[in-house]
């Protein structure tokens, strides 16, 4: 096991100093906090994050396109 600490990345994203990440990968860096469900996400989902701003979707890790 491998512990990422804050000072080793860049993101900003608070998700990256907790103990329990409530998702399953950074929206902003794309880092994966814990092994993501198994149920694929759907285009409209993808288009809800990208009205968010979200750079990567926190459920499947992909990078979402501008
Ligand atoms: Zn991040
Ligand atoms: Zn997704």
Redesign the pocket.
């Known amino acids: 096991m491998s512990n990422i600490r804050n000072g080793a990345n860049q993101c900003r994203n608070l998700n990256h100093g907790r103990m329990n990440v409530p998702i399953s990968f950074c929206p902003d860096c794309g880092q994966r906090f814990k092994p993501s469900n198994s149920a694929p996400?759907g285009s409209q989902?993808?288009a809800d994050y990208r009205k968010q701003r979200f750079t990567f979707?926190m459920?499947?890790g992909?990078k979402l396109n501008k």
Request: glycine share 0%; aromatic share 0%; net charge negative.
């Open positions: 996400c989902h993808h979707c459920d499947c992909i």
